[in-house]
């Protein structure tokens, strides 16, 4: 979180407190507001995200230019009007390798290994992007057709 417009996000902070998702006790830094609502916010989150064991993820707070750094590099939405954005990090994404896994589903059924792949595609669509073999395929038809 970048604290330039700490003073325009101080009466946010002040209202994520009061209406109670955020509890000023998970908040033990006594340093600014921004510090003490990322405090605050990534205990919250910690209480609600599921141990997982094949997925890493994580999550950023992010002020608006932050996102807007992030959002521009890649020519995606530019309109960005809230003053905070929560973002959710892949730091080892190119862990998620089927090798091994590959032949036993095969052996199981010709078609399975096909089926798992669109599941996992949709899925994806509906909730947290993954950059799957169809999707370098895509990109590289599109940049190359």
Same mark, same amino acid.
Do not use: K, N, V
């Given at each position: 979180? $970048? *604290?330039t417009d700490e003073g325009d996000l101080t009466g946010l902070i002040r209202a994520h407190f009061e209406a109670g998702p955020l509890s000023p006790r998970d908040?033990?830094?006594s340093g600014n507001a921004g510090d003490m609502f990322a405090e605050a916010m990534f205990a919250w989150l910690r209480r609600r995200t599921p141990t997982c064991k094949r997925l890493l993820f994580g999550f950023a707070l992010l002020d608006q230019a932050a996102a807007r750094d992030q959002v521009e590099q #890649? &020519?995606? /939405?530019t309109d960005l009007s809230a003053p905070l954005y929560l973002a959710i990090? %892949? @730091? *080892? /994404?190119?862990? #998620? /390798?089927? &090798? !091994? $896994?590959?032949? @036993?589903?095969?052996? !199981? *059924? @010709?078609g399975l290994l096909c089926s798992v792949m669109a599941l996992i595609n949709e899925a994806s669509c509906n909730s947290l #992007? %993954?950059?799957? @073999?169809s999707y370098f395929l895509e990109m590289f038809a599109r940049w190359w057709w």
């Open positions: 979180l $970048r *604290h908040a033990r830094s #890649f &020519g995606w /939405e990090e %892949l @730091p *080892h /994404e190119q862990i #998620f /390798e089927i &090798g !091994a $896994r590959m032949h @036993p589903l095969q052996r !199981a *059924h @010709p #992007f %993954l950059r799957t @073999p």
